[in-house]
Nanobody, 126 residues
Framework: QVQLVESGGGLVQAGGSLRLSCAAS????????MAWFRQAPGKEREFVAG????????DYANSVKGRFTISRDNAKNTVYLQMNSLKPEDTAVYYC???????????????????WGQGTRVTVSS
C-alpha cells in the first residue's frame, strides 16, 4: 500500500495542544481515505478521526469532537491531526492510517485500514 511516517507526539499538560503529522514519501495520500487511530495501554486500537477518499466527509469519535481536527495538505502530501484541550485520557500511541484502496468512506474500523504508520506517543499530564 503506502508507507506512512508520523511525527509531532510528545508530553503536554492537560489543556494544551499538539499537532500530529503523517507524511507519505511515495504514493499520494489524496488517493486514500485516511484516519487517525489511537491505542492506550491495555486497550484496543480505536478510531479517532478520519475523512473519506474524496475528502467530502469527515468523522470524529465522540470523545474528541470539538477538540480535534483532521486535515490534509495535498501539496505537502501530509495529513494532520490538530489536538486541542487535551485531557489525560487522550494519552495513547497515535497511528496514521490509510484505508484499503476500495474503501471510499471514512475508515472507522481497523479492518478498513491497509497501511499503518509506526505510531507516535502522546502523553497528557494532569
Amino acid at each position: 500500500q503506502v508507507q506512512l511516517v508520523e511525527s509531532g507526539g510528545g508530553l503536554v499538560q492537560a489543556g494544551g495542544s499538539l499537532r500530529l503529522s503523517c507524511a507519505a514519501s511515495e504514493r499520494t495520500l489524496s488517493s486514500y481515505a485516511m484516519a487517525w487511530f489511537r491505542q492506550a495501554p491495555g486497550k484496543e486500537r480505536e478510531f479517532v478521526a478520519g475523512f473519506s477518499w474524496s475528502g467530502g466527509s469527515t468523522d470524529y469519535a465522540n470523545s474528541v469532537k470539538g477538540r480535534f481536527t483532521i486535515s490534509r495538505d495535498n501539496a505537502k502530501n501530509t495529513v494532520y491531526l490538530q489536538m486541542n484541550s487535551l485531557k489525560p485520557e487522550d494519552t495513547a500511541v497515535y497511528y496514521c492510517a490509510a484505508a484499503w484502496t476500495w474503501v471510499r468512506v471514512v475508515p472507522r474500523r481497523v479492518g478498513d485500514v491497509g497501511s499503518w504508520g509506526q505510531g507516535t506517543r502522546v502523553t497528557v499530564s494532569s
